[in-house]
Every structure is written in structure tokens, then in C-alpha cells.
């Protein structure tokens, strides 16, 4: 990639913003040196990886990375090998690892699925026991604790009894009479390292002792008594062994990184890493960035690209401050797309962005095969030169990993170079005029030039006679389109319009503007050479009137015949432009619609879907219950069989006994109470009710007015209609749609439909609400969780058929044991979009309004 290139885009301001969100010193440190890959798989990788961290922040994933300051000093420490580190850089150490795992396991708890944050949180290795002991050893303070060795705990206890005794020494010549009058000052001092007292400097022989030096004015002397020197020998020395001890405690501490210097190392490379993608995701939360794709087809496509420099919050991350307040006229007028000369915008400011900070107009840059050539024409101030900085910049961009201020679609090739010839670097002491310092650029982009590449030409052959500064634009552009380069360029020459417009392979757009005012619009209208407007923009300027005219009149009839020519041009483009925006809202609604009409038929197939399988669950699991009464009946039937025809035999075993074994009223009873058994069953098996046969089906196909029955459900109703597969079934005023597959023939339109079936157990649905069903409200109060669980899963399941969206359930305030319940059934109930709780005057806490799915 041209350095030259990178410069004259701002590619490196584009950086500064990325790095100011990275949250270590080690990921800034990366991206101060990320540069545009011209792989199409790395690059790729970089977008994907970008990617992931955005759909990671968006669903509320943390990055708790954090270092400090002076890291990189510490890890260079750690090469140096003996040297221990210092307790507060130990400290810094092990927060940054401690950050580093809490990233891991937040990566590790994510919902979703996030492959290269993944990867990079198992690459890390753990350092649990070395940040333990680092914290178990030294306090916050940055000091040594007592209890980091039995060694160091033996040595400061001496220590400490050394210097009480020491002190309580000094202290006596303080408390003394005959010596505290020799003292300057009542006061136990430290010098060099050894406790002293203040002598006055007359009276240093009353004393004896050593003395360690003077006061500045000499007036004082610290004297350290005879008497003490021992002791403060003796405390010398066990100092020394504390920082030895200290010095051995803390080399151990570093040498437990130094022995796992690969996993350290590891571990950096996957936090550098990590800080990366969340420093891009972030930044490319702040422009609404998107993903582009790369494509193999030479194709650039660029849509509602914005600058990213021109950004408000871009502007305010760079520069700290926010921008000021203005209106929207203000606005249009100094929009920032508009092309000002970066010498009128002020320093820092991108050529063709105002000095006013506005959000930029979004524009359409497309350059698709076959065309390789794009011309953009224009007024002066419409964004001609902003338009071809987007899209270099943007291209930069994509190919660092960074996602771009555009819209979705969007699309750009993996060039191996891009080059611009943007600006005026004219010097005087190197012998290069305006003109001079272009061709020698472009000679420069000539000899560089790799395929695939992107190159940018502002006002391309300026700086010189028009007419040969046009002919040799033409010329220029034609050899990098002969090479097989993307070329965009920007002209006002009439020449570069004319090839734009009668050569293959060439495409050409102006930036609109409005006839009345000749304001810029800001809008990139394709298929239009453009008119320049100089002398109308000059008068919107500010130019005098009489300048004006007389410029008028030095235009020739050809000149002005020209001007009149693309003024129609203009119009009529701008017409078709209008035409188009309103049948692509046309479209856009009707797609809306569309999507909407296919959400709600998805929506009703899972409601038909959910119902179907809770109303099966249910009939299975009545079913279990069914045939476990029948077995305990059919059990208790054998029981009793068996004792009756025990006593049977017992009876017959007697010689005087002469009637029946077993009697008729003994083995009635038995069968009475087996068939009521049976019967109590039945009845729970239909929720209570009276068990009624299902309709009986016939064989035929159903035609619309049929009698049919729906499979699966049990419920019968009329045909209402057909569409192909599915058909819809009037049942009780309320439509269901089914599968015709599904649907079985009961009787034909205007037919009797004897439905009878014979059955041990019989299953009937009903869509008729009963009770308090039917008011929308279920009163449960009084129930087992179980029972009201159950009974409000049957509700849901009957009010979602009458669609209606809000019911009530009644649970009272008790021990607030059903309430819970019921709230973490609703939670997770497929139809249930939400509950909350009753207003105070209808219910308040006793009552739960739930709402249903639409």
C-alpha cells in the first residue's frame, strides 16, 4: 500500500480513533501499527473477527480488560533474568491477568456463539496461583507482609523489639536532667539509617558518643550515645537481612512467571488480541459501521457510504470536545460533504469537510464491471473531493479489519494497492510547481502499480492549460484503465466529460444541486456529465453582480449553448431521480408489507403447531392416568377374585355345607363396583364431563361446505376455503388453518352427519368457553400449584383459538407461593409474550394480567 496514499486519505487519523478505545497499553501499542492487508483470507479473517466482537457487545458481553500504565516496563523486567520486580509492578501484573480471566469466563458464559473470541480465550493460559499469591503476599500499599515467609515474620519481630528498646534508650537522655539540657531539640531522629539524638553543637563532649553530622547552620550535631551503638548495630543489621528476605520473597514471586514464559507469552499475544477486536468493535459501534464483502469480480460498491472523519462522534473522539450547536439551514449551507479547500477548512480539518461539524450526507459510489472508470463532475463545494476520499478511505478500512460507515450490500474488492493524487504539494526549494509535483506523482502510482489497485485522481490534469490539462487527463485515465485498474476520478473539464460520456467502460455522476438556489444537494445522480455552476456559485459566493455579467458575456454562443444543453440534461435526470426514489418507497412498502403478511402466516402455523402439541401432551398424558386406574382396577378385580375363591373352597371344604361356592350377590358386588370404578375413569379422563363420541369420518376428498374434522385435533367445522395445500375451517364462528392432508370428510354439504364411533375411551375438545373462561378471567385460588398450573395451561390454550390477547388470572395474595409459580410457568409459556401485575383498584398483587402472542 502507498504510504503517500494512507497520508493523503487520512488513513492514520482513522487509527488515532480506533486506538483511543483499546484498554491497554499493549493492544494501543498493535494498532498504532495496523496497516492495510492486501490478503484476501487475512483480511477477511480481520472483518469476521471484528464482526464477532460487535454481535458480542451487542448481545451485553464485557471486555474487563484493564493494565497499567507502565506494563510494557514490567514485562521487559521479567527478560531480564535475577532482576525480582517491583511490589507495585507485581500488583499492576496481577490485576491485568486477573482482567484477562474475567474476560475469559464472561467469553466462556456468552449465549451465543462466538468462534474467535473463543479461541482466544482458550489460548490464554490461567495464572490463578500466581495472582494468589502475588495478593496473599503483598498488601495494596505495595509493601511486603509479615506473613509472606516465616523467615520475615521471625526478622521483624527482632526488628520491632530492637527498635523499642533502641527508642526507649534515647528516650531516657530526653527524660534525663542532667542530660536533656545538652539537646537542641527534644526529639529521637534517624540519620543514615541509625537512630540519633540533637546535640547542640557547644555541648558535643557532654555526651559521648558518635556523631553522624551537623545541622546546615551548623548550630546542631546528631550524636548517637555510646550506650546505643550496639543495639542500633544490631538494628542495622536485621534491616538488612528484611531486605534480603524482602528481595528473596519477591524474586520468587517473579520467578513464577519466568518459569512459564511460553504460557505468559501466549497469554499476551491472545489479551493484545482480544483488546484489538474490541477496540474495532467499539469503533465500529460509534460510525454503524457494517461488514462489507470482498468480492473476486473487480466490483466497488459503496452505498450510503459516509465519511468516517466527517462523523460527529468521530470528530468529538479525536478532538475531545464537542462540536457547537447550529441549525438546519446552517446545516445545508456548510454541509459537510460540501467541497471546500482544505486551506479554507482550517488545520486538521479533511479537504471537503466544513469547518462546522454536521453528520455527513450519505452517497452512493458504485463502479461495477464492466465499467472500470468513474468520472465525477460537479459544482464547485458539492463533495466531489469528499465522494473520492470515502472511497479510498473506506477501502483502507476494510482491508485492516475495520467495518465501514455504510450501509448493508456494500461491497469491495482486496486491492494490492491503492494510490491518490489528492492536494497541492508544491516546494519551492525542490523545484515542484502545483503541476510538476502531480505528474511526478502520477509517474510514481505508474511505476507502483500491482493489480488489483484503486486509483484517485482530484481535478486530474489542474495546475494548467485547460485544454491540454484535459487531454491529458483523458489520457492519463485511459492508460491506468488500459493496466486494469478501478479509477475514480474528479473534473471539471468539459473534455474529461465528453470521454465520460462516449467511451465504454466509463462511467459518469454528478453531485445534484438545487435549481432555485444552487445550493448542493449532496446527492451522487449517475448518468449525468454535471454542469461546473462556477459563475453561480461564485454569485451564491458573494461574487459582485457586475463580475458576473461581464463574465457572461466573455462566454462564448458554443460555451453557452453547451451550459444550456446539460442544464435540460440536468433536470431531466433530476426528474428521473425523483421518479425513481418514489417507486423504490413504493417497493420498499410493499416488501413491508409482505414481510409482515408472511410473519403473521408463520406466526398462526406456530400457534397451530403449539396448540396441536400441547393439546396431544395432554390427551397422552390423561391417557397415562386412564390406564393406570384401569390397571389398579383390573388388579383389585383379581384381588378380590382370588380371596372369593379362597372362601369358595374353604366353604366346600366343609362336608355339611350345601349351597352355592361363590353367591350371585357376592360376584355382582364385585362387577358393581369394578364398572363404577371404571366409569370414575372415564370421567376423569374427560375433565369431568361426559364423555361424548368423536365425529365419525367417511371416505372422499372435502370440497368447500363440507362437514370436515381435523386431525390430530379432534375439532370439527365447515370448509371455508381452499388455497392449494392449506385450507381454512370454519369452527364455532372462529377460522383455523390446516393442511388438506390433515382434514378427514364427516359429511357432504347439506348432508345428515350421523356421527357415532364406538370406543372404550372417547377424546371431545371444546372451543366453547365455559364459566369464568369466557369473561377472559381463571380463578385459581384455592389450587395446588400443580392444579393451577394445569388449569391454566388448558386456559391459554382455549382463549388463544377465540383470539382474544389479554386474560386474567386470579390467584389471591396468600403465601405468595402460587403467584411465583405461575410467574415462572408464564416466563417460558411459547404463547405468552408477557404478564404483569393488576392495578391496585382491580386486583393489585391477587391478579395477573397476562398478555398473549399476536
Request: glycine content about 8%.
Amino acid at each position: 500500500m502507498q504510504r503517500a496514499a494512507q497520508h493523503a486519505l487520512e488513513f492514520h487519523r482513522i487509527v488515532e480513533a480506533v486506538r483511543s478505545f483499546a484498554a491497554t497499553p499493549l493492544g494501543r501499542d498493535r494498532l498504532g501499527s495496523l496497516r492495510p492487508q492486501s490478503d484476501p483470507r487475512r483480511v477477511s479473517q480481520w472483518l469476521g473477527a471484528t464482526t464477532e466482537g460487535v454481535r458480542y457487545l451487542a448481545d451485553g458481553g464485557p471486555f474487563p480488560l484493564q493494565a497499567p500504565g507502565d506494563i510494557d516496563a514490567t514485562l521487559s523486567a521479567l527478560a531480564i533474568e535475577g532482576r525480582p520486580l517491583e511490589p507495585l509492578r507485581l500488583l499492576g501484573l496481577a490485576d491485568f491477568l486477573s482482567s484477562l480471566e474475567e474476560t475469559r469466563a464472561a467469553i466462556r458464559r456468552a449465549a451465543g456463539s462466538y468462534v474467535y473470541l473463543a479461541s482466544l480465550a482458550e489460548m490464554a493460559a490461567s495464572f490463578k496461583t500466581e495472582v494468589g499469591d502475588i495478593r496473599e503476599k503483598i498488601d495494596a500499599g505495595g509493601d511486603v507482609q509479615d506473613h509472606a515467609s516465616g523467615e520475615l515474620r521471625s526478622i521483624r519481630d527482632r526488628l520491632r523489639k530492637q527498635r523499642a528498646r533502641l527508642r526507649g534508650m534515647l528516650e531516657s537522655y530526653l527524660r534525663g536532667r542532667e542530660t536533656a539540657r545538652y539537646l537542641q531539640d527534644q526529639i529521637v531522629t534517624d540519620r543514615n539509617g541509625r537512630y540519633v539524638l540533637v546535640v547542640r553543637a557547644e555541648h558535643r563532649a557532654a555526651i559521648p558518643g558518635i556523631i553522624h553530622g551537623s545541622s546546615a547552620s551548623g548550630a546542631s550535631l546528631y550524636l548517637e550515645p555510646l550506650s546505643t551503638v550496639e543495639i542500633n548495630n544490631d538494628v542495622v543489621a536485621l534491616e538488612e537481612q528484611e531486605a534480603a528476605e524482602v528481595r528473596r520473597i519477591l524474586l520468587a514471586l517473579t520467578d513464577a512467571f519466568r518459569r512459564r514464559a511460553l504460557d505468559l507469552q501466549r497469554t499476551l499475544e491472545a489479551a493484545t488480541e482480544l483488546d484489538v477486536v474490541q477496540a474495532k468493535a467499539r469503533f465500529s459501534q460509534l460510525i454503524g459501521g457494517v461488514e462489507p464483502a470482498m468480492t473476486n469480480d473487480g466490483g466497488l460498491e459503496l452505498r450510503s457510504a459516509r465519511h468516517p472523519l466527517l462523523i460527529r462522534a468521530v470528530t468529538e473522539r479525536l478532538t475531545g470536545a464537542a462540536a457547537p450547536d447550529f441549525d438546519a439551514d446552517d446545516a445545508r449551507e456548510s454541509a459537510p460533504t460540501a467541497g471546500v479547500d482544505a486551506r479554507q477548512a482550517g488545520p486538521g480539518v479533511p479537504r471537503g469537510q466544513a469547518p462546522r461539524a454536521a453528520e455527513p450526507v450519505p452517497v452512493d459510489i458504485l463502479l461495477a464491471p464492466p465499467a472500470s472508470v468513474l468520472i465525477i463532475t460537479g459544482p464547485n463545494t458539492g463533495g466531489k473531493t469528499v465522494a473520492l476520499k470515502t472511497a479510498g478511505l473506506l477501502a483502507l478500512m476494510a482491508q485492516s479489519g475495520l467495518h465501514v460507515p455504510a450501509a448493508p450490500g456494500s461491497r469491495l474488492p482486496v486491492f494490492r494497492g491503492v494510490f491518490a493524487d489528492i492536494g497541492d504539494e508544491q516546494s519551492i526549494a525542490a523545484n515542484l510547481s502545483t503541476f510538476s509535483w502531480h505528474v511526478t506523482n502520477i509517474v510514481a502510482m505508474d511505476r507502483m502499480l500491482s493489480l488489483p489497485a484503486l486509483v484517485l485522481f482530484d481535478e486530474l490534469g489542474s495546475g494548467t492549460d485547460p485544454a491540454e490539462g484535459g487531454a491529458l487527463a483523458i489520457a492519463v485515465v485511459d492508460h491506468f484503465k488500459s493496466r486494469g485498474a478501478l479509477v475514480i476520478c474528479t473534473s471539471h473539464s468539459e473534455a474529461v466529460k465528453t470521454y465520460a460520456t462516449t467511451t465504454a467502460g466509463v462511467t459518469v455522476a454528478a453531485f445534484g444541486f438545487d435549481p432555485a438556489s444552487f445550493a448542493p444537494s449532496y446527492r451522487l445522480v449517475y448518468g449525468s456529465p454535471g454542469r461546473s455552476l462556477a459563475l453561480e456559485i461564485a454569485g451564491r459566493l458573494g461574487l459582485a453582480a457586475p463580475v458576473l455579467a461581464r463574465a457572461r458575456q466573455n462566454m462564448n454562443a458554443r460555451d453557452a449553448q453547451l451550459a444550456e444543453h446539460l442544464a435540460r440534461i440536468d433536470q431531466g435526470l433530476n426528474d428521473l431521480e425523483h421518479d425513481r426514489r418514489l417507486v423504490a418507497r413504493e417497493r420498499q412498502a410493499l416488501a413491508e408489507s409482505e414481510s409482515r403478511l408472511r410473519q403473521r402466516d408463520e406466526t398462526l402455523r406456530e400457534r397451530e403447531e403449539v396448540f396441536r402439541r400441547k393439546t396431544e401432551e395432554r390427551l397422552d398424558e390423561r391417557l397415562r392416568d386412564a390406564r393406570r386406574e384401569i390397571d389398579k382396577v383390573i388388579d383389585d378385580l383379581k384381588k378380590k377374585a382370588t380371596e372369593m375363591t379362597e372362601e369358595a373352597e374353604r366353604r366346600l371344604s366343609k362336608r355339611s355345607f350345601t349351597g352355592p361356592a361363590i353367591s350371585t350377590g357376592d360376584a355382582g358386588a364385585a362387577r358393581l363396583e369394578a364398572h363404577k370404578a371404571l366409569e370414575q375413569a372415564a370421567t376423569r379422563f374427560h375433565g369431568g364431563e361426559t364423555p361424548r363420541p368423536s365425529p365419525a369420518t367417511t371416505e372422499g376428498t372435502p370440497a368447500v361446505g363440507d362437514r370436515v374434522v381435523v386431525a390430530g385435533l379432534g375439532l370439527e367445522g365447515i370448509l371455508a376455503t381452499l388455497h392449494g395445500d392449506e385450507a381454512e375451517v370454519d369452527i364455532h364462528g372462529k377460522r383455523l388453518r390446516a393442511r388438506v392432508a390433515d382434514l378427514r370428510l364427516a359429511a357432504r354439504a347439506g348432508a345428515a352427519a350421523a356421527q357415532k364411533v364406538e370406543s372404550r375411551v372417547s377424546v371431545n375438545v371444546s372451543l366453547r368457553p365455559r364459566g369464568e373462561d369466557a369473561a377472559g378471567d381463571l380463578n385459581v385460588i384455592g389450587c395446588t400449584v400443580d392444579e393451577a398450573l394445569s388449569r391454566t395451561a388448558r386456559f391459554l390454550d382455549e382463549t388463544i383459538l377465540l383470539e382474544q390477547r389479554t386474560v386474567r388470572i386470579i390467584h389471591g395474595y396468600g403465601t405468595g407461593q402460587l403467584r411465583r409459580a405461575l410467574a415462572e410457568y408464564l416466563r417460558s409459556h411459547p404463547l405468552v409474550s408477557g404478564y404483569q401485575q393488576e392495578a391496585p383498584e382491580k386486583g393489585g398483587g391477587g391478579v395477573t394480567v397476562v398478555e398473549l402472542k399476536e
